[in-house]
């Protein structure tokens, strides 16, 4: 099964860059999509981007409305890392990152919803102040 562990979460100012990383391994074989979650204190987990993964031939990322812009979310063709580069950070985007990968279902390959997802890592946190 697959095996998801994230990297790269730090706490910088405001206008700031990151790039977060995420390591997959394990059987890919299955994967559909990979996504970026996070979570603020005390608030729900929402989704920031996903990526179709290279056995569905379809290519390109999708954005929340908040970081559309200013996140471009990439993986390699193997499907062993998945990186979020983050720009002009606001203090709005403190949150503990999540990795998330889907691995069966129907199409379309990419949800926005937790639920949808079946493999998680444990999270970067990330903090704009």
């Known amino acids: 099964h697959v095996q998801l562990v994230e990297s790269g979460g730090d706490s910088v100012q405001p206008g700031e860059s990151l790039r977060l990383s995420c390591a997959v391994s394990?059987?890919?074989?299955?994967?559909?999509?990979m996504a970026w979650f996070r979570q603020a204190p005390g608030k729900e987990r929402e989704w920031v981007a996903h990526i179709p993964s290279a056995r569905t031939g379809m290519i390109g990322g999708h954005y929340a409305d908040s970081v559309r812009g200013r996140f471009t979310i990439s993986r390699d063709n193997a499907n062993k890392n998945i990186l979020l580069e983050m720009n002009t950070l606001k203090p709005e985007d403190t949150g503990l990152y999540y990795c998330?990968?889907?691995?069966?279902?129907?199409?379309?390959?990419?949800?926005?919803?937790?639920?949808?997802?079946?493999?998680w890592g444990q999270g970067t946190q990330v903090t704009v102040s």
């Open positions: 998330a990968a889907r691995s069966l279902g129907a199409y379309p390959p990419c949800r926005a919803t937790p639920a949808d997802y079946s493999t």
């Open positions: 394990g059987y890919t074989g299955n994967l559909l999509c």
